[in-house]
């Protein structure tokens, strides 16, 4: 007599004992209708204005495009793929150095450098290219010193341009290096003491071990985070535009602006996409079919490694000095030009900026987390090509322009709510106006645009390290995907889920284009306000904004980075 033998979740007759394989038809034959379907209209949705942008690439541009190949297009590309080259080894030596060494190590001021290095990360890019350019200047503090000091003439000495595609670079470097850092600690955070000690039974050092085993086993964290990097690069205008260095991005926004041309401007955006996507892929072809999860469940304190003598030394040189000339020297500058002739409007003005930042930030990053946190899960449940392709597609928002991502949101906006004007119209008489330009929600909505691609690559990295096992164990107890996505992969990942609320936050926070052009009237925030002075040259007045972007910015970066800290499995309070 023969039966059915599907069984339902909860009714495996073979216990723990069943195969991989019957796991795996099991997985397949489980409905996930629902989280695709969530999966891919999130994904539509967010891709939105990234479509229309692209849509724009077959659009006729009548022989500009050709002219922008004929004369600049190929500085765009040299200066683009230079800047990405030098900020990409800059941020990864310092990120995953730095991160390492706090982790591991024990020195003076470690426990203080954990959350001190993240703090760079409050820091506008444009900002810090304001602020060092205020001291290297000619005019500046130190030549102005040098040349009292050895009574030198403009002709005598020799000093550093700032204003270069490498003072760019370094400016960049500087502020980003914390997104490598985060994921980087993150995921050394998240690793089992258990594998290091047997790679230090095999007669390993601590270094080799970090190399041979830590490293590679953090690669895909490091990668999410290097890729945040490289898409932040090719997408910031305020540094480059100050520094006079022809990018991609600013050719985008002299081609859509100044010239006029926005068909010509979508397509130089598609090309920088096309660079990010090219950047991924490649990355993603080295690893081919290499998994990265970790085999134990054994969780105890990390090993902290006592540093004496001359080693100390050099951790706190290498921790310190990122810190020192990415926040307390720039912050110092900030504070002593603030106190001197800062903004004279600084009041209550300043702290309805704030609340609306630090509102706007706060909404981003759990609406970021959320929705990153279904598309990684989606993708995940059903790895199919469709599925896969919609969700990089959504992902993409961030290597484009802020003030692109605007206008992609307000075509589509402008279009429903003229279709609801009309609608309301010819039924009962009555215009409804602008529903969703120029609102709250249109903001939110760009911000999501822009920065999805950050929680999701951090959110992406974390979920791949969790073994498929657990899930096939989950369902075979009984549990539906959302609670197994609720009850055993949030846990595990709290640490990754809290790094990428803090990367949506600070981004917010410090975030110009979109704001500008998609905010409601009389609706400002602290990187407006900031932007606006510096752009008229009124620096000084502008230094009290900056730091008020630090201040609302710092305590949440202190508080996440501690509990991260706390967030490791088997992980006590010392």
């Known amino acids: 007599m023969t039966t059915d033998t599907f069984q339902t979740p909860g009714q495996s007759p073979d216990g723990p004992a069943q195969s991989a394989a019957s796991y795996s038809s099991l997985w397949n034959r489980v409905g996930f209708s629902g989280w695709t379907l969530a999966t891919l209209l999130i994904a539509a949705l967010v891709a939105l204005p990234v479509l229309a942008v692209v849509s724009r690439v077959f659009v006729p541009t009548g022989g500009v495009w050709q002219h922008l190949v004929e004369t600049v297009l190929a500085e765009y590309l040299l200066n683009t793929v230079r800047l990405v080259f030098g900020v990409g080894v800059g941020t990864l030596v310092i990120g995953v150095g730095t991160a390492w060494l706090v982790t591991m190590c024990r020195f003076p001021g470690s426990r203080m450098l954990e959350w001190a290095l993240l703090l760079p990360m409050a820091v506008p890019a444009y900002v810090m290219a304001y602020v060092y350019t205020d001291l290297l200047q000619f005019v500046g503090p130190i030549q102005t010193a040098l040349r009292e000091a050895f009574h030198w003439s403009r002709r005598d000495y020799w000093f550093p341009d700032i204003r270069t595609l490498e003072g760019a670079a370094l400016m960049m470097t500087l502020v980003l290096y914390p997104y490598v850092y985060l994921l980087s600690r993150a995921a050394f955070l998240e690793q089992s003491v258990c594998v290091l000690e047997v790679s230090r039974t095999l007669g390993r050092g601590p270094w080799r071990s970090f190399f041979t085993v830590a490293l590679p086993l953090a690669r895909p964290s490091i990668v999410a985070g290097l890729a945040l990097v490289l898409m932040e690069v090719l997408a910031d205008f305020g540094t480059v535009q100050y520094f006079a260095v022809n990018t991609f991005v600013t050719g985008i926004y002299r081609t859509w602006f100044a010239m006029g041309q926005p068909v010509a401007a979508a397509q130089l955006a598609a090309v920088l ?302």
């Open 273 to 574: 996409m096309l660079f990010v996507l090219v950047l991924v892929l490649m990355e993603r072809w080295s690893r081919r079919q290499a998994r990265y999860h970790h085999t134990t469940t054994r969780y105890r304190r990390l090993p902290k490694h006592a540093l004496k003598g001359w080693r100390a030394a050099a951790a706190m040189t290498a921790c310190g000095l990122p810190l020192l000339l990415g926040f307390l020297l720039p912050a110092a500058l900030l504070v002593r030009m603030a106190v001197t002739a800062g903004d004279q409007a600084f009041g209550p003005m300043f702290l309805a900026l704030a609340r609306n930042s630090f509102t706007l930030a706060a909404l981003a990053a759990v609406l970021a987390v959320s929705l990153a946190l279904v598309l990684a899960y989606g993708q995940r449940l059903r790895p199919t090509p469709l599925l896969k392709g919609a969700v990089r597609v959504a992902a993409m928002g961030y290597a484009i322009p802020g003030s692109v991502i605007a206008v992609g949101v307000l075509i589509p906006f402008a279009h429903l709510d003229n279709a609801i004007d009309a609608f309301f119209r010819q039924t009962i008489g009555v215009s409804t106006g602008l529903l969703l330009s120029g609102t709250i929600a249109a903001v939110l909505f760009a911000y999501l645009v822009r920065f999805l691609a950050v929680s999701f690559n951090t959110i992406e990295a974390s979920l791949g390290k969790i073994r498929p096992t657990m899930d096939f164990a989950s369902r075979v107890l009984g549990h539906t995907a959302g609670r197994t996505l609720l009850r055993v992969h949030a846990p595990i990942m709290w640490g990754s889920l809290l790094t990428a609320g803090l990367l949506v936050f600070v981004d917010v926070m410090k975030e110009l284009p979109a704001t500008m052009i998609v905010r409601p009237f009389n609706f400002d925030t602290l990187a407006v306000r900031v932007y606006t002075l510096a752009s008229d040259e009124r620096l000084t007045e502008a230094a009290t904004g900056a730091l008020a972007i630090v201040a609302v910015g710092i305590v949440p970066v202190i508080l996440l980075s501690l509990s991260i800290s706390r967030s490791r499995p088997g992980q006590t309070d010392e």
